[in-house]
């Protein structure tokens, strides 16, 4: 750790004594975390209608999509960073450059019309430091709690990502309608911006040798020496990249949970984004209709994420995921032939608790079994996975929808979800991988 991040040498008992879900430390960071998802979701909403308002919808989408390029070229690299300044101090910077940057803008916009440009810049620069952000954010809960609380803080942290996503639009809406765009920017750089003491409040533990998982390999040096990235002063932030890369390739459990976590979000995003849109507009549901089942996927998402919030830890959890993964393969799948909009609320919402258990089991065993000095670069290899590829399925469903209709490409799409649940079952030691007590 660096010379300025605090650190409280703590008793492994004493912390693990601890729930997540009473700790002071925990709660602020999840405060911060819930804080800044709503900021991101404000500040999306005002995105979006300056852009519209200041061109053509096909200026506005290109706009919107501007954030992703960077983000997904400098992914891997920003996950270096952060293993190598600590994911505390990388996610304070990160808040504090994005909540100067989206009321710079605010301020811009209450001056003058500028155009799209300053937009277009924004979304430049937020898509940048997200490259930096997301890693150290996914790397920070293994420094703020101990390894058996980490499904209880996975659980937390889906919470704080479904209550960002049902307030912040209401209230970036709520934002524009007040004062326009430039209101819902100076709104979304608040709620970022009370994020940044709470984080810097954050207590950081330290990570003692045994907080490495057994019989995983060691993150070498790149000469052999097997010492962990942590000792490591020396080296270039390539050959930093090199070395997780490498370390992530030969992990008998990171690597096939690594294409786990590829093809479920393959299968999973087309048909819940793009192809769901398309399937209520087939079958006459509305937009009322489409909203009830968004609700009933939300609402499941909710539920896993309450349930492993409170219960803290899941027994043979490379077993449930698998198990969870391929159920939620076939519930994705019959969406597609449901009667009715109940039935398909209903389906949405198993959907929905499903996919979020196996998500949240994902994140947790990412989190405990990587090696903490690589757990910047390793999540920034999931983070790219489901940021960076996914995605791409969307207007290959869309396509694909048009040409053969919603069944076949809902089926294929499950069927490439539940392969994700085959290669868990397939892989040995992520099949019987176990969470920590």
Request: proline residues 5%; contains cysteine.
């Amino acid at each position: 750790m660096t010379a300025t991040t605090t650190t409280v040498p703590t008793a492994r008992a004493a912390v693990v004594d601890t729930p997540a879900h009473r700790d002071g430390n925990v709660l602020r960071w999840l405060a911060a975390y819930t804080a800044s998802m709503t900021g991101d979701s404000v500040y999306y909403i005002a995105l979006s209608w300056a852009a519209v308002q200041s061109g053509t919808p096909a200026q506005a989408g290109i706009v919107m999509s501007v954030s992703a390029l960077p983000r997904a070229l400098l992914m891997l690299g920003g996950g270096v960073i952060a293993d190598r300044l600590g994911p505390r101090r990388v996610v304070i910077g990160s808040d504090a450059v994005r909540c100067l940057t989206v009321l710079a803008v605010a301020a811009l916009l209450f001056l003058t019309s500028p155009g799209l440009w300053p937009l277009a810049l924004l979304a430049l620069a937020f898509g940048t430091v997200d490259a930096v952000f997301l890693p150290a954010v996914g790397a920070l809960p293994a420094r703020v709690t101990s390894r058996g609380q980490l499904t209880r803080v996975q659980g937390m942290r889906g919470l704080g990502i479904r209550f960002a996503g049902v307030v912040g639009g209401p209230l970036g809406g709520l934002a524009v309608a007040v004062g326009g765009a430039a209101a819902a920017f100076a709104f979304a750089g608040l709620l970022i911006a009370i994020s940044v003491p709470l984080l810097v409040s954050v207590r950081i533990r330290e990570l003692p040798a045994d907080d490495a998982p057994a019989g995983a390999e060691p993150v070498s040096d790149g000469a052999g020496g097997g010492k962990t990235r942590a000792k490591d002063a020396v080296g270039t932030a390539w050959h930093d990249l090199r070395v997780g890369l490498r370390y992530i390739r030969r992990h008998r459990v990171l690597a096939p949970l690594m294409l786990a976590i590829a093809l479920g979000d393959l299968g999973f995003v087309g048909p819940l984004n793009v192809g769901l849109t398309l399937l209520a507009d087939e079958r006459g549901w509305g937009a009322s209709g489409m909203g009830w089942v968004l609700g009933g996927f939300g609402a499941g998402a909710g539920l896993a994420s309450l349930l492993l919030a409170v219960r803290g830890r899941v027994p043979h959890a490379g077993h449930v995921m698998a198990y969870a993964c391929l159920g939620g393969a076939v519930a994705i799948g019959a969406l597609a032939f449901v009667p009715d909009v109940v039935a398909a609320a209903g389906v949405a919402l198993l959907v929905g608790l499903l996919a979020g258990l196996s998500g949240a089991l994902c994140g947790a065993l990412l989190q405990t079994q990587a090696d903490p000095a690589c757990l910047g670069r390793v999540t920034a290899v999931a983070s790219l996975v489901s940021l960076g590829f996914a995605p791409l399925s969307m207007p290959l469903s869309a396509a694909a929808i048009g040409a053969f209709g919603t069944g076949p490409v809902f089926v294929t799409s499950a069927a490439v979800c539940g392969l994700g649940g085959f290669v868990v079952l397939s892989a040995k030691n992520l099949r019987r991988a176990e969470l920590p007590t």
